[in-house]
Structures are given as C-alpha cells and as structure tokens.
C-alpha cells in the first residue's frame, strides 16, 4: 500500500511538489483547463491548453499524452488522461478512469504520483454520497494498488478538516467491511 499525502491544489503547492509523475485529468468539455491541470498549464506557459487548441490532444475518454516539464515545476513528466466529458463522469466511469490512471502509473513504474480528484463540485450537495464512493475508488484503487507514495490534491473549496471527515468515514467503512 502506497503512503498518501493531501495538499489544497495552488501554485505554491505545485511549485513545491516534488514527485515523478503528475496525472491531469482533463475533460473533453471543460475549456479553459480548471483547478490543477489549469495551475499546470500556467506554469508551462500554456502548454497544455496549445495541445488541445491544436487538436493533438482534446480530452477523450482514455487518450492520454504525456510531456516533461522542462523543470517548471517539481516533477519529471505531466501525464494527461482523457476523462470524456465531464456529464457523463458516473461512478462507473469515475471508476474506469481510475482504473486506467493505475494501468498507466504502473507501466510507467513512477516511482511517486500526484493527482487531484476529478468531478467533484462543491455546489453538488446531491452527490455528497458520491464523493464519498469516488474518494474511496481512489483509495482502494489506486492508493492502495501502486507502491509508490502518492499526493492527492484537494477539491477546488474543500477544507483539509471537511476532507478528513469523508476520509474518516471511508476508513471505518473499511474497517467494518474488512
């Protein structure tokens, strides 16, 4: 089981990450790149977004790209994966896509990984339960699949101490379900 940090995703954040692989998931509909891959594209000087305005990479549901950084910030490569679009992110999907991102972080044997949690809007209190089973997909799936320490970057007005009760929620369902 890989070790897990949480930071708020910023760019004082990013310029002081220190990590192999950074994954972007980055949504077929959601132009101007938002939350980290938008802090990202910022520190690349607008790399990411000249990729998808020249159609090289656009966001569909598995493409992936990856790039160096040329030591812009604190990691060797960025890998983007295609997360569809952004209506579409049910949990079967949200699961599938994690699936994937594990897949390729294994491949790549990165040695340590940071990500943020893709679809997870403050403003859907509907889908409070579902945060909650995405967070938990990530834990089970990727966290605890890779050997590697992994930095999770937080949603985009979740509090360190709001985000420690989903976690601790998930760690006594764990628990009980063992």
């Not at 890998?79 to 294994?106: E, Y």
């Not at 809007?121 to 590697?148: F, P, S, T």
């Amino acid at each position: 089981m890989a070790r897990f940090e949480l930071k708020h995703a910023g760019l004082s954040q990013l310029d002081q990450l220190a990590c192999d692989t950074l994954v972007l998931w980055v949504f077929a509909d959601q132009r101007p790149l938002r939350g980290l891959a938008g802090f990202v594209d910022w520190r690349l000087n607008g790399r990411l977004s000249a990729l998808l305005k020249d159609d090289f990479f656009d966001g569909m549901r598995h493409e992936q790209m990856m790039t160096v950084t040329g030591g812009r910030i604190g990691v060797n490569r960025v890998v983007a994966m295609g997360a569809g679009f952004l209506r579409d992110l049910d949990l079967t999907a949200f699961s599938d896509l994690v699936d994937h991102t594990c897949q390729c972080l294994q491949r790549l044997k990165a040695p340590s990984a940071a990500l943020s949690i893709p679809g997870w809007n403050r403003e859907d209190q509907v889908y409070e339960d579902q945060h909650e089973m995405k967070l938990g997909i990530i834990l089970d799936r990727l966290v605890m699949a890779l050997d590697a320490p992994v930095t999770l970057f937080l949603p985009d007005g979740i509090s360190l101490k709001e985000f420690q009760v989903t976690l601790n929620r998930i760690e006594q369902k764990l628990k009980r379900h063992g």
